[in-house]
Each structure stands twice: as C-alpha cells, then as structure tokens.
C-alpha cells in the first residue's frame, strides 16, 4: 500500500530523501571577514562551457546569502568524508563576523579568480560570481552562479572516473532528523551501469515512430547506430505499410533488409559492435 506524505516546510529533507553534494561555501563580509557554512541545494544550471553555471539555494538571513548580495562572489568547496565533523562544526549560527575555519583542521588559502579564500583540504571547488539572485517569498534565496573556475587538487583531473571517486571520497548527504542529527553515506559501494548507446546515442530520441512495433522488431532497431535510425525506421514502416501490416514485425524488418541487400550479417554487425562496447 502507498500513503501520501504530508508535505510540510523542509519538506526536501524531512519526508522526502534526497541524497545531496556536502559542500562549505566561502565568502567575504563588505568588512572582507571571512564565512564559511555547509549548503547542499545545490545543481548545475548551465551545463554549457561559454557560461556554465550553478543554481545554489539559501535562507535568506544566512550570512552566506547576506554575504554573497553585498560582495557578488563566493567559493563552492567539496571537503571529503574524513572532515564531515569539521564541517558541521561551520554549520554552526555563530555570530556574524566569526570565521568558522578557525574552529576546524581547514586551511584557508587563495582562490584563483574570486576573493573569497577556497579550502586546502577540499579536493573539488568551484569560484562564483553572482549571475542572478532570485528570493522566493517566505522561502529561499535562489543563487544562479556563473563558475569562474572548477580547481581540484592537481592529480585528479585525468585519473579515472572509479579511481577519482576512490580518492576524493566525498560524503553523500542524506538529510536530518529534527535539525540535529545529519546523516551521510560514507565509503559508499561503488557501483557502474552501462547506458549501452553510443555518446550520439541521444539521437534515437529524436526518432518518431508512426506505426507501433513488435518488441523483437523494435530492438533490432535499436540496434542500428542512431545517425541512421530515422531513416531506417521511416523505411521500414513504408514497407510494412506497402504490405497492409499496422504493427512492424521483426520478419517484416528482416525481409526489408534482405530486399535491400542487407541480410542478418549486416544486423548481427552492429549487434557485435554493440556487446564489444558493453
Ligand atoms: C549538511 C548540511 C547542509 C546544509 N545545506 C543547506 C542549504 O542547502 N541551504 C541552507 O540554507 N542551509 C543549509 N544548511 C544550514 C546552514 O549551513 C546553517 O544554517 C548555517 O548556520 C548557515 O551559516 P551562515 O549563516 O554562516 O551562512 C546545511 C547544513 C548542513 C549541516
């Protein structure tokens, strides 16, 4: 049996599970004193290279937020697993004007493009500027970012993607309970899932079918690269079409293709091609 959950203010981590980056953004009072708290509403916004961008999400008494709408910048710092206390040390409502580095092991050093200072012991950070600042009533202050830069400790920008995850080990946030007790995933089992397309594979999205097509048929399709899927698919409905069929039989498929020469060597091709990806 399923129930519907009350929805109720934080609902985001109260009720509804939403494994999250762990992060502590940097920034600077008009003063030039030093913040640093834990924010994980946190997404990418603009994945495009000209002008990526972030989307972060505050309360908008937090320092942070206060911070960022007077100087523009602040500093997204990614620490992993072994500081999680350190961190929720920042987490605390010290006073304002208080730099809660001081209260950790983090080391304070120089970012490349924004004042802010990034953390040493953070292996990924990225340096912001403010794009836009949107403050939704009664809710939060919505940050849109442009990244001025992603800086990560030098060795793991080629390492392979397991053995970043590996090194980095950056805790998955999972919530709290009451506003106390924060839980995260740690040390997590690491586990890989082949999408089994090829990197233009979002092409056969694009791919209209007008005619409903048997499961065996369909696959088969799925098999040819997805540069040529339209055309095939708009080929073989016509001829299934020219035979009075509603539905596209794999026979059907077939036959088309010995018709046009291509006999099953030329499926079990791409078929071949397809399990030496996987
Ligand atoms: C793991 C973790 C994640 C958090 N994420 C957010 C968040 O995304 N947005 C937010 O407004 N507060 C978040 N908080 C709460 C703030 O960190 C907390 O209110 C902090 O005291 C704010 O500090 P500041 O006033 O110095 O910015 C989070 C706290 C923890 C421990």
Request: charged share 30%; aromatic share 8%.
């Amino acid at each position: 049996m399923k129930k519907e959950a009350k929805i109720r203010p934080f609902w985001y981590s109260d009720v509804w599970l939403f494994p999250k980056l762990i992060t502590i953004i940097t920034t600077l009072d008009e003063q030039g004193r030093v913040n640093a708290a834990p924010y994980s509403h946190i997404m990418q916004y603009d994945v495009m290279a000209k002008n990526p961008r972030m989307i972060v999400g505050f309360r908008q008494d937090s320092h942070t937020f206060k911070n960022i709408c007077a100087t523009g910048e602040f500093v997204v710092n990614c620490p992993s697993a072994e500081y999680l206390d350190d961190m929720m040390e920042t987490a605390r409502f010290y006073p304002e004007g208080v730099n809660e580095l001081e209260r950790t092991r983090f080391t304070p050093i120089p970012s490349h493009k924004v004042k802010p200072p990034s953390i040493q012991e953070c292996p990924q950070i990225a340096e912001c500027t403010v794009d836009e600042i949107i403050r939704l009533p009664k809710s939060s202050g919505i940050v849109i970012a442009n990244i001025e830069a992603l800086v990560f400790d030098e060795e793991l920008i080629d390492m392979p993607r397991e053995e970043r995850i590996r090194a980095m080990n950056l805790p998955i946030g999972l919530g709290d309970e009451s506003r106390m007790d924060y839980f995260h995933a740690v040390n997590y089992e690491i586990t890989s899932h082949r999408l089994g397309e090829t990197p233009d594979g979002f092409k056969g999205g694009e791919v209209k079918l007008d005619l409903t097509w048997a499961e065996d048929a369909l696959q088969t399709l799925m098999s040819i690269p997805p540069g040529v899927r339209q055309m095939v698919a708009e080929q073989t409905e016509n001829f299934a079409r020219e035979h009075g069929d509603t539905e596209v039989s794999l026979q059907r498929f077939q036959q088309l293709a010995e018709e046009a020469g291509m006999s099953e060597d030329f499926f079990d091709r791409f078929r071949e091609r397809k399990a030496r990806r996987a």
